[in-house]
């Protein structure tokens, strides 16, 4: 079954290395590119709710780390919901320790700690439940557009495969009938 919203298997390395801006914003364009138009946290894609909605995300808040926000390492690209639901949180050092964190491709095997089954996903760490917890990656709304998404994506499957199999046998009837006309002359 198709997953368009598959977690990497391997850390993220940055394609871009910018000198810290003071408009933290003018990165965006490039946070699209490097994360593949996906939120880094619950993968949605930026074509389903327009890149104008999705934003910049500081990993670690602005509020707490005032000197990080201009800094693009720190920035990431991020669907409304998760960077709303993110907003300031960060863990204490002690609980960063423990695995209280929420996970970020750069800095993090993701597929370790999240992975999608179906339309869910499903925390694979304590880090994961966090991310779960905090982001509400499974809440109604989210979960219902995943299912909805990966019915038309099953649905547009079957549709190409339906017209493979009928372009197959055209193209059958027109080799049968390009011999028989190779025959009569």
């Not at 939120?39 to 709710?49: A, G, H, Q």
């Not at 926000?69 to 609980?95: E, H, I």
Request: hydrophobic share 35%; proline share 7%; aromatic share 12%.
């Amino acid at each position: 079954a198709p997953q368009p919203f598959r977690y990497p298997f391997k850390r993220h390395k940055r394609q871009y290395a910018f000198p810290a801006r003071k408009t933290y914003r003018t990165f965006k364009p490039h946070l699209r590119d490097e994360f593949a138009r996906q939120c880094v946290y619950c993968r949605l894609p930026d074509t389903v709710k327009g890149a104008d909605s999705f934003g910049v995300d500081h990993y670690r808040p602005e509020t707490l780390f005032p000197a990080l926000v201009g800094v693009y390492t720190n920035l990431f690209y991020s669907c409304p919901a998760c960077n709303s639901r993110k907003s300031y949180f960060w863990p204490s050092d002690r609980d960063r320790a423990r695995g209280v964190f929420i996970p970020n491709p750069c800095e993090h095997t993701m597929a370790e700690h999240l992975r999608y089954n179906g339309a869910q996903v499903h925390p694979r760490s304590v880090a994961g439940l966090i991310a779960d917890d905090v982001l509400m990656l499974n809440d109604e709304e989210s979960t219902k557009y995943r299912e909805f998404l990966l019915r038309s994506i099953e649905y547009a499957r079957k549709i190409v495969s339906g017209l493979q199999a009928e372009l197959y046998g055209i193209s059958q009837d027109l080799r049968r009938a390009t011999a028989a006309r190779r025959a009569l002359l």
